[in-house]
Structure formats: structure tokens, C-alpha cells
């Protein structure tokens, strides 16, 4: 996958995931999330960039074991930063209904898909 495909796809994937957030403001049941949820979407943004960067060096090597295991790796550091993201904000903020971190899996799920996707067609480089 080339870097101006990514960007493309990886502004899709941003601009569906900020709709998200946004009409979150008409359901108060869900606002507690709302500043969770801007937060998940910096980072997923970050963290794509960065999975990009490292796996379209990683997807030259001859030894293809060194991408699997990049990808495992970014997987398990993935589900650790964003378990310590929703800890951290209910912990600081202390928010009023438990369905605050409902909006953070849809990011979440958003950007899996979207992660899984282009790590498929660099992989195949």
C-alpha cells in the first residue's frame, strides 16, 4: 500500500470515527464518553502512523517471521494502551455512567478493521 492510499484510507477512517463522536453529543446517556473518545481517536491516528512507518520497513525483509511478529506485537501493545487509556480517564474523571467507554470500542473496532486492512497489503509487498 502506498503512503497517499494510506493517508487517504486513514482519513476515511477518521472522518467516520469523528461523525461518531459528534453525534454523540445528541444521546446524553453516552456524553460521559465523549472526552474518551476525541482522546482514542488521537491516538489510533498516532498509533496507525506509527504501525505504517515501521511495518512498510519491516514488509522488505527476507525473513517474513520479523512482520508477524511486528504484527503481533503492535496487537497486544494496542489492547495494553488502550486498556491504560480507559483506566487512566475513568480513574481521573470519574464518569457517571459505565457506558462511557461503549463510544472508545467503536473507534476501536473503526480503526482493527482499518489497521488489519492495510497491514494485509503492505505485508503482501
Do not use: C, D
Amino acid at each position: 500500500m502506498k503512503f497517499r492510499q494510506f493517508i487517504l484510507q486513514l482519513l476515511l477512517t477518521s472522518g467516520l470515527s469523528t461523525l461518531g463522536i459528534l453525534s454523540l453529543y445528541y444521546f446524553p446517556a453516552l456524553a460521559p464518553g465523549i472526552p474518551l473518545s476525541w482522546m482514542a481517536l488521537g491516538f489510533f491516528i498516532l498509533f496507525s502512523l506509527v504501525i505504517y512507518g515501521i511495518a512498510w520497513k519491516v514488509s522488505g525483509s527476507k525473513k517474513k517471521e520479523h512482520f508477524i511478529n511486528l504484527v503481533l506485537a503492535f496487537t497486544l501493545l494496542k489492547m495494553l494502551f488502550s486498556f491504560l487509556l480507559i483506566a487512566s480517564y475513568a480513574k481521573i474523571m470519574h464518569p457517571s455512567s459505565r457506558l462511557f467507554a461503549l463510544p472508545f470500542f467503536g473507534i476501536y473496532l473503526l480503526f482493527t478493521i482499518f489497521e488489519s486492512a492495510f497491514m494485509i497489503r503492505v505485508g503482501k509487498r
